[in-house]
């Protein structure tokens, strides 16, 4: 097949091409354009050269009376009315039709010539009343050859003739088989020579269909072979699949079919009953007669309808629970109404009490479950408590002299606790020095120092887990005032439980020393310092224990304390440096 | 090029040449016929004797086989030379005739060997030693042939599995789809490799092989016409024998006997294609039919129509196709005037496998209608669509007509909206594939390359013409009035049913 030869860029399909008419386009141009090599035209490549398919593509557009020419049909010389008798009318819809030939046919044997010079000679044979039409001619010889198509499905090969014995059965179901049987047996010999005369062949031409693959796959004559049917892939899995299906639909169906038979019992039952009660209604009837015959007045009750009785009786009636998967909606119920309607509602309170049990044995089960746990999610950055702190940092362990602090006491009750605000009920008279690492909080957190060296050779104190306590009550309105300020920033909010509190033993002559050293800051010595005297005893205790201004301490856990090169050796602890 | 354009028959390379008398002339043979007033080469395929003398049934050089046909002596021109078969040619001819004559049947019939080496013209004759002359494809086949019989000798030497033949190997190999469909359109089918294409893909066309060569019916009685078949149909053996043959116009049912035929037209009931009508107007109707479910009628329709189609083959059942039967109504029933077959699910996109208008309704606009209906159908389905090749001569006539009309139609629409044309646009416009709409616009030497840019060109005498033809054409298949939604078989159909 002749391709075009590739000689410019290829066309894509989505390409915009622009339309152009003949005269648009310089003619010569066009001609030189157009005489482009042979298109693929989808004939079979050995015809297409032939003479008249030739002729008529290259005349294309110019003369469309070019024709190939065939060999052409006549009109029949056979009378078509004599054949195609039957008229239909045209029906008024789109037909749908999916009737088969065979079932359009009826009998599926036609008499031939030679079954009609046959069929006359036998008939002449026959008394008048006996003659054997061609539709009934037709039937029994249609019996024969299905017959012998069912049982001698090799005759053509093996020339086994099927007996008359066995079209017997055939013949039996015919529709007229009593009238037919007395021709059957002169008909079969017929048929019988026929099937000999042909080579125990159908009588009736048939196609070719496959016999042995080899031999028929060349034969042109051999039409219609089946196509390989394609398996599917079986699996285990797909076995067990498909049964599980099957029995379902089986039980399917037996539920099903239980369900008819047990309407079909119940309407014998109805049946049944409404016989009942026309014979009650009869005996009635009778019994009426009889005592407007005998003219007995008293005692009407028996013929009065007890349908009260049968309306008492239902209620006790215990209905066993409807199966769960009954599809059918509309079943009937004896039951009264009321007592659906009464049920419904019990039923809705305890459906409300059953959840509200549940709902509360939940939150029991939850509270059991949390028991003995602390949420600790809830103080996002709660610290680590435990032994183990940063490495760098030594714990100041100090140890009291059994000193009482008589003056303090007195004035201790009035101290608020520091970070015990989420546990009020703690709040128990302190008797205790605060600021040492006496309570529980202090000794699990006590006060440790890191010793370090910044930049520039600085050394640096670090202190942490000394307690902080906010003021609460502030006497003096300006110190109050300034120490609110002070304190704005050092305070986190309310409900931060695990506020850190730097405990300095305020005592410490080490301590003392300490604090001696370091310089006033300049905003002190600017301002004045207020006297700390003047302070009420709270808040001078509150003030030793944060000798630097707080506000110059970071608000968080870990205060830097810049030292001044000069190499003052600070000394925390007792056994800090240890 | 000459109208004869080179010689199709006897083209093997060198015959022996001489002159013949009615004695010698024997099958094989090309001499000169008279047709149509006119001395032309053709090949004897067949010789009978008739009460008249001596027939001939000879294939016109060139000339489609439908225009074969029997020849009395008179018309052969004995004083011309006549191109003797080729030696080794007839050897296998004489083996053939060996086989033939065990099969005792009319010797008209082309032995069943025989059809398959005929598969093409060229390569009847082509000895297979022989390199041909024209084709590369035939010289490679021809030796991939060979190497395979040679292989297929060492594996029997060898006692390999004799199950598995190089030829089936080989076909695997083809089948990768593309190089498939490439091979399917240039090279001549291998009879193996044709029937595995068959086999998958459930194609009805095409079995250039199987073809007998000589038509078997000589006349058929059909409604109200008689037809004279153009190619082979595989009706019963014996139907070869009879001066003419009777078809039920409305079951097809073939009768060999004239009283047969009455007494089967006295029961049918059919009036109409046992399907459902999905369309009608006031001219046509359209029925569907399913071949699975209508496997006789439908089996008798192939028959029918396989008189006519030339690269039809019924080499497998009917069963994966529908057919889409078009019909004229009058007070005595729906008649059928032509129809196309189509894939329950084609793999390769076509929307039509064979289609037919039968003769005595040929060249009246049938076939457009046909054509029309098979790519509304594609539109509803929101396929493109495409007819299995090869078509025939007749067919390529038909559907170049149809595309032309409408791709010209669509081109003058856009060319007056100014909308952008691409080739995938009216390829979607019309369902048509996009390979076919390039291919009619190369045909009508509309499509053209001009400074770097493809562009489309109309030519005025395409206009005028369509104008003319337009004029003419007084049917169209209305879309609003099809009653058809595509069928939809089940996985276990498919698998089951075919």
């Not at chain 1, 003096?476 to 309310?494: H, M, P, V």
């Not at chain 2, 009978?48 to 027939?55: C, I």
């Not at chain 2, 039967?325 to 009058?330: E, H, L, P, S």
């Amino acid at each position: 097949m002749a391709t075009r030869k590739v000689r410019y860029k290829k066309l894509n399909p989505k390409t915009v091409l622009p339309i152009f008419r003949e005269d648009q386009i310089d003619p010569s141009e066009y001609e030189s354009l157009t005489n482009e090599a042979q298109i693929a035209t989808g004939v079979e490549q050995a015809e297409e050269n032939e003479y008249h398919l030739q002729a008529v593509l290259k005349s294309a557009g110019v003369a469309a009376d070019q024709e190939i020419p065939v060999p052409p049909p006549q009109e029949s010389t056979l009378n078509y009315d004599e054949f195609y008798s039957q008229k239909v009318s045209k029906t008024a819809t789109y037909i749908r039709f999916s009737q088969t030939v065979e079932e359009c046919i009826g009998c599926m044997y036609d008499m031939t010539e030679e079954d009609v010079v046959f069929l006359q000679s036998y008939n002449q044979k026959q008394a008048a009343q006996a003659q054997l039409s061609e539709d009934d001619f037709e039937k029994i010889m249609e019996v024969y050859e299905e017959t012998a198509y069912i049982k001698t499905p090799f005759a053509s090969i093996d020339q086994t003739v099927a007996g008359y014995d066995e079209m017997f059965q055939g013949l039996q179901e015919l529709e007229k088989a009593k009238a037919l049987m007395p021709h059957a047996k002169e008909i079969y010999e017929y048929w019988k020579s026929r099937r000999q005369a042909l080579g125990n062949t159908p009588l009736h031409p048939t196609l070719k269909f496959e016999t042995h693959a080899e031999s028929d796959d060349m034969d042109p004559y051999v039409c219609f072979r089946r196509r390989e049917v394609r398996q599917t892939r079986k699996t285990r899995a797909r076995d067990v699949q498909s049964a599980d299906k099957l029995k379902r639909l089986r039980k399917e169906l037996e539920e099903g079919r239980q369900l008819v038979q047990a309407a079909h019992s119940r309407e014998l039952l109805k049946a049944e009953m409404l016989k009942t009660d026309r014979a009650i209604f009869e005996l009635r009837a009778q019994l009426k007669e009889q005592k407007i015959r005998l003219n007995i007045k008293a005692d009407d009750e028996d013929l009065i309808n007890q349908k009260k009785r049968k309306a008492a009786e239902a209620p006790t009636v215990q209905r066993p629970a409807p199966p769960a998967q009954l599809r059918m909606p509309g079943r009937p119920d004896v039951r009264p109404a009321e007592t659906d309607l009464s049920l419904l509602a019990d039923r809705l309170a305890e459906k409300e009490n059953e959840l509200r049990l549940d709902i509360e044995k939940k939150v029991q089960n939850h509270k059991d479950w949390n028991r003995n746990y602390l949420d600790l999610t809830r103080g996002p950055l709660s610290p680590v408590h435990g032994p183990r702190l940063d490495p760098n940092f030594r714990p100041a362990k100090t140890q009291y002299l059994m000193t009482p602090p008589a003056s303090a006491s007195s004035v201790s009750l009035d101290e608020p606790v520091p970070m015990d605000l989420d546990k009020p009920e703690n709040l128990e008279p302190v008797v205790k020095f605060r600021g040492v690492a006496q309570d529980e909080a202090s000794r699990a957190n006590p006060p440790s120092y890191r010793r370090r060296i910044g930049r520039l050779n600085r050394l640096w104190i670090d202190r942490r887990g000394l307690p902080a306590s906010p003021p609460r009550e502030i006497d003096d309105e300006w110190t109050g005032r300034l120490l609110q300020d002070r304190w704005k920033y050092d305070q986190s909010s309310d409900d931060e439980d695990d506020m850190p509190t730097y405990e300095v033993d305020p005592f410490d002559t080490r301590a003392l020393k300490f604090r001696s050293s370091i310089p006033p800051p300049p905003w002190l010595l600017h301002r004045g310092i207020p006297n700390p005297r003047a302070l009420p005893p709270n808040q001078q205790q509150l003030h030793q224990q944060h000798p630097i201004p707080p506000h110059q301490l970071p608000p968080h856990t870990q205060a830097q304390l810049p030292v001044a090169k000069s190499p003052v050796k600070p000394t925390t602890g007792t056994g800090a440096l240890a | 090029m000459s109208p004869t354009g080179e010689a199709a028959v006897g083209s093997d390379g060198p015959r022996l040449i001489g002159k013949a008398t009615v004695e010698t002339l024997t099958i094989g043979c090309i001499a000169q016929v008279i047709k149509d007033g006119e001395a032309r080469r053709a090949e004897i395929l067949s010789i009978k004797e008739t009460k008249s003398g001596r027939q001939y049934y000879c294939n016109f050089d060139n000339f489609n086989k439908r225009l074969d046909e029997w020849v009395p002596v008179s018309r052969i021109d004995f004083d011309k030379p006549v191109e003797w078969p080729n030696p080794d040619k007839d050897k296998q001819k004489d083996d053939k005739k060996g086989k033939k004559t065990t099969a005792a049947v009319s010797k008209k019939q082309p032995s069943k060997k025989n059809s398959r080496r005929v598969s093409k013209r060229e390569q009847s004759i082509a000895s297979e030693d022989q390199t041909h002359p024209w084709s590369e494809f035939v010289e490679n086949q021809q030796k991939n042939k060979k190497d395979a019989r040679e292989k297929a000798n060492a594996s029997l030497e060898i006692g390999a599995t004799a199950g598995i033949g190089p030829d089936e190997m080989e076909i695997d190999e083809d089948e990768t789809p593309a190089s498939a469909a490439k091979k399917e359109s240039l090279t001549p089918f291998s009879r193996e490799q044709e029937i595995e294409k068959l086999r998958t893909s459930g194609s009805m066309t095409q079995n250039p092989a199987e073809i007998s060569r000589i038509r078997n019916i000589s006349k058929v009685e059909f409604g109200r016409y008689v037809l004279f078949p153009w190619y082979f149909s595989p009706y019963p053996e014996v139907y070869g024998q009879e001066d003419s043959i009777y078809i039920c116009e409305f079951c097809l049912s073939y009768f060999n006997d004239i009283k047969s035929f009455a007494r089967h037209r006295h029961k049918c009931t059919l009036h109409h294609p046992p399907g459902n009508e999905i369309y009608r107007d006031d001219f046509v109707s359209f029925f569907e039919i399913d071949g699975r479910r209508q496997r006789t009628w439908c089996r008798n329709l192939c028959l029918l129509s396989k008189m006519f189609l030339d690269h039809k083959t019924l080499y497998y059942d009917v069963d994966p196709f529908l057919f889409y039967v078009m019909t004229t109504r009058d007070e005595k029933g729906c008649h059928l005037i032509g129809y196309f077959s189509k894939e329950k699910e084609s793999t390769d996109g076509y929307n039509v496998a064979c289609i037919l208008t039968l003769p005595q309704y040929q060249r009246k606009g049938y076939g457009r209608l046909l054509i029309q209906f098979s790519y509304e159908l594609s539109k509803i389905e929101g396929k493109l669509g495409s007819p299995e090749k090869p078509l025939s001569d007749l067919g390529l006539l038909s559907y170049r007509q149809y595309w032309s009309e409408n791709i010209i139609d669509l081109l003058l629409k856009f060319g007056e909206r100014d909308e952008p044309c691409t080739i995938e646009g009216i390829a979607s416009h019309l369902a048509m594939t996009t390979q076919d709409v390039e291919h009619t616009l190369q045909a009508l030497k509309m499509q053209v390359y001009h400074k770097g840019e493809h562009k489309i060109v109309i030519p005025e005498k395409l206009v005028a013409q369509r104008e003319k033809s337009r004029a003419k054409q007084k049917r169209l298949i209305d879309p609003d009035r099809i009653q058809w939604k595509p069928p939809v078989f089940t996985a276990s159909s498919r698998t089951w049913a075919w």
